[in-house]
Nanobody
Framework: QVQLVESGGGMVQAGGSLRLSCAAS????????MGWFRQTPGKAREFVAA????????YYRDSVKGRFTISRDNAKNTVYLQMNNLKPEDTAVYYC????????????????WGQGTQVTVSS
């Protein structure tokens, strides 16, 4: 069982930056791949970024490549999402999630989810 708590959301102007954190508790955090997803009202939850637990490889949706960076600190049981040059279309509730699956860009591969944190980008 893994419990996840996100923090760091807020309101920022376009072009600004935010860093989301996701603190994990429970067993074997370091052996779980971690992902960030986001969702806006009326739309499906979409993949944003993920980091593989063993290789450290990272994956991003095209629209955030070069602007967002996912990282993890296993000693602190925390995964981060650094978001730079934010755009109004990045506005969403952001969720972190954990999985032992191999395909880590699909939301249905994830077993554990946080409660979400709101990110609002004004133009």
């Amino acid at each position: 069982q893994v419990q996840l708590v996100e923090s760091g959301g807020g309101m920022v102007q376009a072009g600004g930056s935010l860093r989301l954190s996701c603190a994990a508790s429970g067993r074997a955090f370091s052996q779980h791949s971690m992902g960030w997803f986001r969702q806006t009202p009326g739309k499906a939850r979409e993949f944003v970024a993920a980091i593989n637990w063993s290789s450290g490889n990272t994956y991003y949706r095209d629209s955030v490549k070069g602007r967002f960076t996912i990282s993890r600190d296993n000693a602190k049981n925390t995964v981060y999402l650094q978001m730079n040059n934010l755009k109004p279309e990045d506005t969403a509730v952001y969720y972190c999630a954990a999985t032992r699956d191999f395909i880590i860009t699909r939301f249905d591969a994830y077993d554990y989810w946080g409660q979400g944190t709101q990110v609002t980008v004004s133009s």
